[in-house]
Structure formats: structure tokens, C-alpha cells
């Protein structure tokens, strides 16, 4: 079993950046891919970018490529996501998952564990 609890959202202006984190607890929390997914009002849940275990490979979303970066302090049990040059279309609210094994790490299916969620909204 694995806890995830995300902090770091906010309201911010068009431009700036945002630094999102999502700590894990739990048996081997470590050894996971963390992905993180947003979901904007009246939309689906989307894929943001992933972080896999081993090796540390990250992904990430087309649209997103330059902008926002994944990162994870396994020391820590902590993966980060820093965003930058925020629009007002990333406004979401941003959720961290966890999984174990191989898989396409896009899918929402492929993790077992998320944490709730935290708001970012981008005013223009």
C-alpha cells in the first residue's frame, strides 16, 4: 500500500511557474513510476509526465515538452513537477499516481495508487 499527497498548487498569473510535489509513504514507495495527471473542469483526466523506477526515465506529454519538468528525490519518496511559463489552459487540478511493473505509463489504467489532488489555476 502506497499514500501519495501532492502540495505545492495555487493561483498564479500567466508566466509564472509552480513547483508541485507528491510525497509517497508506504512499503518500497521508492521503487515506483510516478506519473502525474491533470484533469481540467469539464474534461478528462490527461497525462502530464511519468518518472520510471529503475532508471529514472521520464515522459511527458507532447504538448508540454519544454515547459514543465519531472523529477523525484528518492531519498525522499518525493517526485516533483516544476512548471513553467504557466498558461491559463493548464489550470487543472494535478494529481500524482503510483505504479509498479512495466506499462504504458500514459495510461490512467497502468497506476494503481493516486493521491488527491492539488489545484493550480493560471489567471490571465
Known amino acids: 500500500q502506497v499514500q501519495l499527497v501532492e502540495s505545492g498548487g495555487g493561483l498564479v498569473q500567466a508566466g509564472e511557474s509552480l513547483r508541485l510535489s507528491c510525497a509517497a509513504s508506504?512499503?518500497?514507495?521508492?521503487?515506483?513510476?510516478m506519473g502525474w495527471f491533470r484533469q481540467a473542469p469539464g474534461k478528462e483526466r490527461e497525462f502530464v509526465a511519468a518518472s520510471t523506477w529503475p532508471g529514472a526515465n521520464t515522459y511527458y506529454a507532447d504538448s508540454l515538452k519544454g515547459r514543465f519538468t519531472i523529477s523525484r528525490n528518492n531519498a525522499k519518496n518525493t517526485v516533483y513537477l516544476q512548471m513553467n511559463s504557466l498558461k491559463p489552459e493548464d489550470t487543472a487540478v494535478y494529481s500524482c499516481?503510483?505504479?509498479?511493473?512495466?506499462?504504458?505509463?500514459?495510461?490512467?489504467?497502468?497506476?494503481?495508487?493516486w493521491g488527491q489532488g492539488t489545484q493550480v489555476t493560471v489567471s490571465s
Open positions: 499516481a503510483a505504479a509498479l511493473g512495466g506499462g504504458d505509463v500514459t495510461r490512467i489504467n497502468f497506476y494503481t495508487y
Open positions: 508506504g512499503r518500497m514507495a521508492s521503487t515506483y513510476t
